[in-house]
């Protein structure tokens, strides 16, 4: 073998002259061999220890060749498995095949055949190895990527990735701009079994129907002015993967009869073709739009609706898991700091503080943006507030200090801070008695108290 590294290897056979003499020939051209005489004895040993490929005669005491090959597929096992039979017995062999075995030799052994079979062998578990390693690497690469977050609804979000990657379940995203729906839709095919089959996305705003139609579908040659050539659609590009259709709300009512066409039964035409085309794409959806509100003003088809809308996975804005703002700086501190080549080392608390009373909009990508250009500008080891744009700083202001007259009494300050307070979370109980430290079902009292 060109590979250093060579095969451990389980011997199986209850004529111990035969193990004896192929354990010697397969030591010697450099192989780890054990032995086992029956079948309970190999399924010990491959309990306590991994063996790279069994090598097994098909007669054996107590459980036979076949019992053992199917007791080590039940286990799933990733040996590779060669069975050993007289040449009169090739219907068993095939039969061994059958049950998991993946190649097979006759009585008596050809040396140099068998070295063949356990060469080719070799590789394709190597190669088998390497594809797991691969997909567990893209599975941690976008376990959750920059989804970070330590909120009860952020949880909820990381939770919910967890049990539809698994499923073949179309998924629908909804959130406002810049909450992260495509990091979703990657974290949910990287998880799943098509991690390594493509993801494709498509963003559905801003193209024009026959556009958006071809990008999805294909073209034919001639299909139309420009069509210079066939193109494949993102359909196409998919197959066996996932597509991902950011901004799905903005199509057309056209071209949604045509997706749920595809949805219902996996096939369509290019634009301008005839040849129907079958794929296997699983579906995930985004949107900013309450499409329910779509749907009751006729922009939308509620049979597509039901058809993207199996599993839903709602993004809350960022000012609603506030919690999650000074990770979520953090994160974007260390990508930046690598990216420019800088050395900061953190934020300073009156940053934090300020981040954490902007209401964010954008949401996340604003967020993101911030934390770059504050890098970008940061002169030191230490982001301060001079390094924010002068909106958060305004905002900061505006919450940060309350201007009591004197003379005003305590129970009045003490609600004069409170509703100033309640502004600024826009009126969320919740969010206001973290800032202030005091239970929400006080705020509740004392707003009942005033109303």
Known sequence: MSNMIKPQILLVDDDLAVLDGLKKILTQDGYTVSTASSGYEALNLLSKRGFDIILTDMKLPGMGGLSLIQEIRKKNEPVAIVVITAYSSVKTAVDAIKCGADDYLTKPLNIEELQVVLEKLWERQQLVVQNLILKEKLKDKYKFSELIGCSPKTDGIFKMI????????????????????????????????????????????????????????????????????????????????????????????????????????????????????????????????????????????????????????????????????????????????????????????????????????????????????????????????????EAIISKKEDVAVVKIPIGLSLKEAEKEIIQKTLQMTRGSKKDAAKILGISTRKIEYKVKEWE
């Open 162 to 389: 967890g049990d539809v990657s698994s499923s073949m379940a179309s998924v629908l995203i909804t959130g406002e701009t810049g909450t992260g729906k495509e990091l979703v839709a990657n974290a949910i095919h990287y998880r799943s079994d098509r991690a390594c089959m493509p993801f494709v996305a498509l963003h559905c705003a801003a193209l024009s129907e026959g556009v958006l139609e071809s990008e999805l579908f294909g073209h034919e040659k001639g299909a139309f002015t420009d069509a210079i050539q066939t193109r494949k659609g993102r359909f196409e590009m998919a197959d066996h993967g996932t597509l991902f259709l950011d901004e799905v709300g903005d199509m057309s009512l056209k071209v949604q009869v045509k997706l749920l066409r595809v949805l219902e039964k996996g096939e369509f035409e290019r634009v301008g073709g005839e040849k129907t085309l079958k794929v296997d794409v699983r579906l995930i959806a985004a949107t900013n739009r309450t499409l329910e509100k779509e749907i009751a003003e006729g922009r939308f088809r509620e049979d597509l609706f039901y058809r993207l809308n199996v599993v839903r996975i709602h993004l809350p804005p960022l000012r609603e898991r506030q919690e999650d703002i000074p990770l979520l700086s953090n994160f974007f501190v260390v990508k930046y700091t690598k990216k420019y080549k800088k050395e900061i080392e953190w934020l300073v608390p009156e940053v934090v503080n300020a981040l954490c009373a902007y209401p964010w909009p954008g949401n996340v990508r604003e967020l993101e943006h911030v934390i770059e250009r504050a890098v970008v500008l940061c002169k030191n080891s230490t982001i301060s507030i001079e390094h924010l744009p």
